[in-house]
């Protein structure tokens, strides 16, 4: 399963990022998509844990907290 954090800052890297989502477990990846023609973030990402508790712990944490004057959508991702 991979996470789903949308309505992040553009200013957010993927260290940033990492260092949040370790209060709840191992981080194992991070992917923050980038706009194919201009290189800027798209102000989302995803982001994978070691275990299902993990990551349910995580968006149970995360989801609606406030984060870089931003209020975070965090949820299970959906399959493409």
Do not use: H
């Given at each position: 399963?991979?996470?789903?954090?949308?309505?992040?800052?553009?200013?957010?890297?993927?260290?940033?990022?990492?260092?949040v989502f370790a209060e709840y477990g191992v981080v194992s990846r991070i992917s923050l998509p980038t706009d194919r023609e201009?290189?800027?973030?798209?102000?989302?990402?995803?982001?994978?844990?070691?275990?299902?508790?993990?990551?349910?712990?995580?968006?149970?944490?995360?989801?609606?907290?406030?984060?870089?004057?931003?209020?975070?959508?965090?949820?299970?991702?959906?399959?493409?």
């Amino acid at each position: 399963m991979s996470i789903y954090v949308g309505n992040l800052s553009f200013d957010v890297q993927q260290e940033d990022l990492k260092e949040v989502f370790a209060e709840y477990g191992v981080v194992s990846r991070i992917s923050l998509p980038t706009d194919r023609e201009t290189g800027r973030p798209r102000g989302f990402g995803f982001v994978d844990m070691a275990s299902s508790q993990e990551e349910a712990k995580a968006i149970e944490g995360l989801d609606g907290a406030e984060w870089m004057g931003r209020t975070l959508r965090v949820n299970e991702a959906k399959p493409r």
